[in-house]
């Protein structure tokens, strides 16, 4: 079955940086597009950032765009999200999905809580 897990998440100070991990299995990841989301307490799951299969194309979510990259290595069925200048706002939890737009019928992890505070 399709497994993401999740790593990299903590506390931050603002200005600061992460880098989360993703670790899958289950499918044939070097064929499968990925993506980062995240949520926010109080508020809605958003798009962060997707890479297509090969790495080659990424997209971004406006308030990433500049200070967060998207990355893969397919070699290790990993996908990375390289966060940083972290702002407050940043803070929530991350999840790795399988899909180039994550949608709620996709394949989710389990989320890594990324805290950025002072």
């Known amino acids: 079955q399709v497994t993401l897990v999740e790593s990299g998440g903590g506390l931050a100070q603002p200005g600061g940086s992460l880098r989360l991990s993703c670790g899958a299995s289950?499918?044939?990841?070097?064929?499968?597009?990925m993506s980062w989301a995240r949520q926010a307490p109080g508020k809605e799951r958003e798009f962060v950032a997707g890479?297509?299969?090969?790495?080659?194309?990424?997209d971004y979510a406006d308030s990433a765009k500049g200070r967060f990259t998207i990355s893969r290595d397919n070699r290790l069925n990993l996908v990375y999200l390289q966060m940083n200048d972290l702002k407050p706002e940043d803070t929530g939890t991350y999840y790795c999905?399988?899909?180039?737009?994550?949608?709620?019928?996709?394949?989710w992890g389990k989320g890594t809580l990324v805290t950025v505070s002072s």
């Open positions: 999905v399988k899909a180039w737009r994550p949608r709620p019928r996709d394949y």
């Open positions: 289950g499918f044939p990841f070097s064929s499968a597009d």
């Open positions: 890479i297509n299969w090969k790495g080659g194309i990424t």
